[in-house]
Each structure stands twice: as structure tokens, then as C-alpha cells.
């Protein structure tokens, strides 16, 4: 009887510490998680202040332009610019946001691969 309660025991005990890291691993989720969120909350904020004074220095430009056909150019070249900087900035941020997922899953997947690793033997 003695031996089964201490079998218990030591179960319970692997149990909780191994629940114990699952807690920690999504906490270190979470913490990438948020981190990379105000990453790319920042990398967006500076793009679009970058296309915000563009945009001001073209229309501080049109005053002094001589023509339509000028202010026509001037305007046609601040949309073909905001056009492809917001596409590379688009695929960028895909880019990035592909990567934090990454970063935010893989304690969990290390969790995942221990409780498989560990508790595996039970199923098998």
C-alpha cells in the first residue's frame, strides 16, 4: 500500500510541476507576443508618418509648380510612391507577423513535444 501512495505521489508531483511548465511556456508566449505586437504597432506608426510628410513636402511643392501638367506629375508621383512603399511595407509586416507567430508557438510547441515525449508511453 505504502508503494502505491508514494507511486501516487510522484506522479502527482510530475503532474503539477509539468503543469507548472505549461503555465510558463504560455506566459513566455504571451510576453513574445505582446512584445512583437508593439513592434510592429511601431514599424507601422513610422511608415506611415514617413508617407504622412511625403505627402506634406508634395503638397508644400504645389504651389510653386508652373503648370497643371506639373501639379498633374507632382500628384501622379506621390501616388505611385505611396503605392509601392505601402506594397513593400504590406509584404514586410506579412513578413514580420509570419515570424512572431513563429516565435509566440514555439514554447508551446516545446510543451506540446515534452507532453508527447512524456506522457506518450501511457498511450502506446
Known sequence: MKEQMDKMMKATEELVSFGQGNLEAIIKSNQILVQGLQDLSRQTMAAAQAQFEEAVAVFKALPSVKSVKEAMDLQAS????????????????????FKLAEQVTAPLVARLTAAVDKFGKFTA
Not at 513593400?88 to 506579412?94: D, F, I, M, N, Q
Request: glycine share 0%.
Open 78 to 97: 506621390l501616388t505611385r510612391n505611396a503605392f509601392e512603399k505601402s506594397v513593400a511595407e504590406t509584404s514586410r509586416l506579412t513578413d514580420a507577423s
